[in-house]
């Protein structure tokens, strides 16, 4: 639950769903992200920083350029999972998945032994 709390917190600032946006469709490094804000490079960063914390982007190199790209599967399920914690009607069903993951568990265990 914790990892859900640094998500939503990251989520909870317009720059960084706003930055979210900018990296839906193609991978942009801190330079090209800034552009597109009226706030300095370091604080563009420290969004960054906060995105990636919460594991919503990734980062990989490029030459000198760090690039940023969207973790969307994570994203999708963290906010997935935590409706799921909170809607009535999905708590049943969730439970009912927990019960058939043990069992089928049980049966691999039993076939390995």
């Known amino acids: 639950m914790i990892r859900k709390v640094y998500i939503f917190e990251a989520l909870s600032s317009h720059v960084r769903r706003r930055i ?3 990296l839906s ?9 800034a552009k597109h804000f009226n706030i300095s490079k370091p604080t563009v960063s420290r969004h960054l920083s906060v995105l990636e914390n919460a594991e919503l982007i990734s980062s990989h190199r490029k030459g000198q350029f760090i690039y940023y790209h969207l973790n969307r599967d994570h994203l999708v399920s963290n906010i997935y999972d935590f409706l799921a914690d909170f809607c009535p ?25």
């Open 25 to 33: 469709q193609t991978d942009l490094n801190a330079g090209d992200i």
């Open 20 to 22: 979210l946006a900018y």
């Open 89 to 113: 009607c999905s708590r049943r069903y969730k439970k009912e998945s927990k019960a058939l993951a043990k069992s089928q568990a049980k049966e691999r265990n039993k076939k390995h032994e």
